[in-house]
């Protein structure tokens, strides 16, 4: 009875503690969507305006909202933005069009007025001279004489002849090529009708997209009304256009680490106070022993093995594109002397494949691992879920099929104006065309009803709204849910306002949510091999999803510095996505208990191969998501670094470190479990993580960092749009770094070869179903808690 009596207030004590964590994740969610939805509005009522018209000084037309509107559809519809950026966004093969523009506008007005006042060129005056005319072209091109009460922006004569400049110049660019990995004649001169869709209209698409790449110099380098810095917070960084870093970008990079430090010793401190990690459901020398003989396997899962050999297929495929696009730098228009592959499979298409391949496999590894785990929280097969899976794999390989189909038919112009709902939608990332979205949404919301299906008997057993099992369901609703908001934007969305809502996705709904679903699986899979209390698991995953969500919702503001966002981003930005190293480095203490926990299970533990991976993960977070993330997501960096090399270095290292080892962990997990024990090999899984690891760490460390500081040396020493010109990638040291990239992008794809040749191989022998639609399955109730068991 006294033992009962003390555990009472033991136990008590567990629940308030729950319930107290729960409670500060809704609090922590509702504020951080609220300041983010608030940063929105105040970005759609500050970012710069689009002149319903342009005139000279003498009142002339000379360009329309309708042509910048027209322009950025043309950019978006030869899928330019896989090429080059638009400020700052984009790929780094290309030029960035902004600062490109910009270089191009402000040397027009340089000319103009040196001819006026010395009838000489820029380049003909003298020091003295030279300091004049630029001080007089910074004055007038930063004054803001757009009159909002009449939807018109008026141009100086020194502004309207820069314009003329900037037409000239990409009328020869998009003529003639770029003389690096731009095809000639790209852009087809008037092939978008009026008739159709009111973001295009009739003319001449290279004036076009020239005015629209005007437009982004122009509130690069003009001042905010009541303001002394520019739509884009002063960047890019160009002294001639008087383009410097602002305070803000020097005070909130000192504030932020300051914060970080300050943060990292008081969560410390409440992780190791209140005992916030997972514990060992197992003592020392009594590791549960895992039979997977004896496991149950239902029709549903048995099927999901098509789904882990496609992925394994789709990650080849993808990094063989990689590898594709790694050689374009070095020989931009032929691949080994191949011009035939280039005409085909240019850079623009390749990339946009590239990123749509790794979005489509890593999420069907997520899916199929969805569909697996489902009866064995809700303890039986629902009937018919098999044809459900097969519906759902079907719909999986049309989409996989016609979105790839339908970018290159896009990319390539050969869609006219239906680019936008089945080709290249024009944004990266979001290369999908409409058509192609819908139904990967309406794949998402099956995918979802299979699971529910699965678990719902799991759910009406748990009790606890905030259990495990729920945790589990939450994160599932999330995924689809979280992808709704790509169909915020249209080709007649503001660029600004459209990047808000895509960094929704890349950010939010990638890094985000499935890291949310990683961390709540990682825990249920845990539990569920007895290797964790099921309440340390609950109590562990709403600290970490605290963390994650506190810091990672607001911390999306990095990517909003300097796209013409308000300057307000600056702050919320650098402070909130230098917190999330926070719960990226506390990961990396999981890493050690699952190496602990594997070293328990000695060498008949079944699991090792998810276990690598797992670790991998967990590593790759640290180092990739974490340390190369805050490089460069501290303002003061990223005005010289932002869309150059350090960027995809910490983007190689989060998505295929994080989420593609996180990918590849689940499906090895599932695989074990309906592959037949006999014809299992752990050294071809060993051997894979290996040669993925030291091929990514490779081609980061001696090509894409190096190259990255080398390039933001660059901008700092002549201005950014120097650091972006085929002539820097052309520099023999830059050359020698990333065809040494060669190597280690060799030893990555003979990784990824040796994991399609093992799940390919164990599709072939898959074990039999053991138990049918309906009939219990002989495991772990989860929905029961502890105490009661």
């Known amino acids: 009875m006294e033992m009962q009596r003390s555990a009472k207030p033991n136990q008590f004590r567990k629940q308030n503690k729950n319930a107290l964590l729960k409670s500060i994740l809704i609090i922590t969610l509702i504020l951080s969507f609220t300041v983010l939805i608030a940063g929105g509005v105040w970005i759609f009522k500050e970012m710069a305006p689009r002149p319903l018209e342009v005139t000279d000084s003498k009142g002339e037309v000379l360009l329309t909202k309708k042509s910048i509107m027209g322009g950025q559809a043309v950019f978006q519809k030869y899928g330019l933005m896989d090429y080059g950026t638009v400020l700052g966004h984009g790929s780094y093969m290309g030029p960035d069009y902004t600062a490109e523009a910009l270089k191009v506008y402000t040397e027009g007005m340089q000319d103009y007025k040196s001819f006026h006042q010395y009838e000489k060129s820029f380049k003909e005056l003298n020091e003295d001279q030279q300091s004049i005319i630029k001080s007089k072209v910074i004055k007038e091109m930063r004054k803001n004489r757009y009159q909002a009460n009449k939807d018109r922006l008026v141009l100086t004569d020194a502004q309207s002849y820069g314009l003329e400049e900037v037409r000239a110049y990409y009328k020869k660019v998009f003529t003639d090529g770029d003389g690096w990995g731009l095809k000639p004649n790209l852009i087809k001169e008037s092939d978008m009708p009026e008739k159709g869709r009111a973001w295009v209209s009739k003319g001449d698409q290279i004036t076009q997209i020239s005015d629209f790449f005007f437009w982004t110099a122009w509130l690069s380098s003009t001042e905010r009304k009541g303001d002394n810095i520019t739509y884009t917070n002063n960047w890019p960084y160009y002294e001639d256009a008087g383009n410097h870093m602002s305070f803000s970008a020097i005070w909130w990079s000192g504030?932020?680490?300051?914060?970080?430090?300050?943060?990292?010793g008081i969560i410390l401190f409440v992780f190791y106070r209140y005992h916030l990690g997972m514990q060992e459901a197992y003592k020392k020398g009594n590791f549960p022993k895992i039979e997977l003989r004896r496991l149950p396997v239902t029709l549903s899962q048995v099927k999901t093995g098509k789904y882990f050999a496609i992925v394994t297929v789709l990650f080849f495929v993808q990094a063989m594109f990689g590898a594709l696009l790694a050689h374009y730098y070095v020989e931009p228009e032929s691949f080994f002397g191949l011009k035939w592959i280039y005409d085909i499979l240019p850079f623009n298409i390749s990339k946009g494949f590239h990123l749509q391949l790794a979005i489509l496999w890593i999420a069907t590894a997520w899916l199929g691992m969805g569909i697996?785990?489902?009866?064995?929280?809700?303890?039986?097969?629902p009937k018919k879920q098999g044809l459900l899976v097969d519906i759902l794999f079907w719909a999986l390989v049309v989409l996989v099929a016609g979105s790839m189909l339908g970018q290159w038919l896009g990319a390539k112009g050969y869609l006219g104006n239906n680019w936008f709902l089945f080709g290249h939608q024009g944004w990266e990332y979001l290369e999908l065309g409409r058509i192609w979205q819908y139904i990967l949404a309406a794949g998402m919301v099956i995918w979802l009803f299979i699971v529910y299906r699965g678990i719902r008997s799991g759910l009406k057993k748990e009790t606890d709204k905030g259990g495990l099992i729920h945790l589990l369901f939450y994160s599932a609703v999330a995924v689809p849910l979280f992808y709704l908001?790509?169909?915020?934007?249209?080709?007649?969305?503001?660029?600004?306002?459209?990047?808000?809502w895509r960094w929704w996705i890349i950010h939010l709904w990638v890094e985000g949510i499935f890291e949310v679903f990683a961390v709540v699986v990682i825990g249920f899979l845990m539990v569920q091999m007895k290797l964790v209390t099921k309440k340390s698991t609950v109590r562990a995953l709403y600290f970490q999803l605290i963390l994650l969500m506190g810091s990672g919702v607001i911390g999306i503001g990095h990517h909003y510095y300097y796209n013409g966002s308000a300057e307000v981003w600056i702050g919320l930005g650098s402070v909130f996505s230098a917190l999330e190293v926070i719960p990226l480095t506390l990961l990396i203490l999981e890493a050690y208990d699952q190496y602990k926990m594997m070293r328990d299970g000695g060498i008949d533990f079944p699991y090792k191969g998810t276990f690598w991976f797992l670790i991998s993960v967990a590593i790759w977070n640290l180092v990739g998501a974490g340390v190369m993330g805050f490089l460069i997501n501290l303002p003061s960096v990223s005005y010289f670094e932002h869309g150059q090399f350090l960027t995809p270095a910490h983007g190689h290292g989060a998505m295929m470190g994080v989420y593609g080892m996180f990918a590849c962990a689940v499906?090895?997990?599932?695989?074990?479990n309906i592959t037949k024990p006999e014809k299992w090999s752990?050294?071809?899984?060993?051997?894979?993580?290996?040669?993925?690891?030291?091929?990514?760490?490779?081609?980061?460390?001696?090509?894409?960092?190096?190259?990255?500081?080398?390039?933001?040396?660059?901008?700092?020493?002549?201005?950014?749009?120097?650091?972006r010109s085929a002539a820097f990638l052309q520099k023999d040291i830059v050359q020698t770094l990333l065809t040494i990239r060669a190597v280690p992008d060799t030893i990555f794809l003979i990784g990824v070869a040796a994991l399609a040749i093992f799940a390919v191989k164990a599709l072939f022998n898959l074990r039999k179903v053991t138990h049918k639609e309906n009939e219990p399955l002989p495991v772990k109730d989860l929905a029961i808690d502890e105490d009661e068991a």
């Not at 697996?372 to 097969?381: C, T, W």
């Not at 499906?667 to 074990?672: D, G, S, T, V, W």
């Not at 071809?684 to 993925?692: A, H, P, T, Y």
């Not at 490779?698 to 040396?713: A, D, E, R, Y």
Request: proline residues 4%; glycine residues 8%; aromatic residues 16%.
């Open 372 to 381: 697996f785990i489902a009866p064995l929280v809700g303890g039986h097969e």
């Open 682 to 723: 752990d050294k071809w899984v060993k051997f894979s993580c290996i040669m993925l690891n030291i091929g990514l760490a490779g081609m980061i460390l001696i090509s894409l960092l190096p190259v990255g500081i080398i390039q933001i040396k660059e901008a700092f020493n002549h201005g950014y749009a120097a650091s």
């Open 485 to 500: 908001f790509a169909f915020m934007i249209n080709p007649d969305t503001s660029f600004t306002f459209a990047d808000y």
């Open 667 to 672: 499906f090895i997990y599932c695989l074990r």
């Open 255 to 264: 504030a932020s680490v300051t914060l970080l430090i300050l943060f990292i």
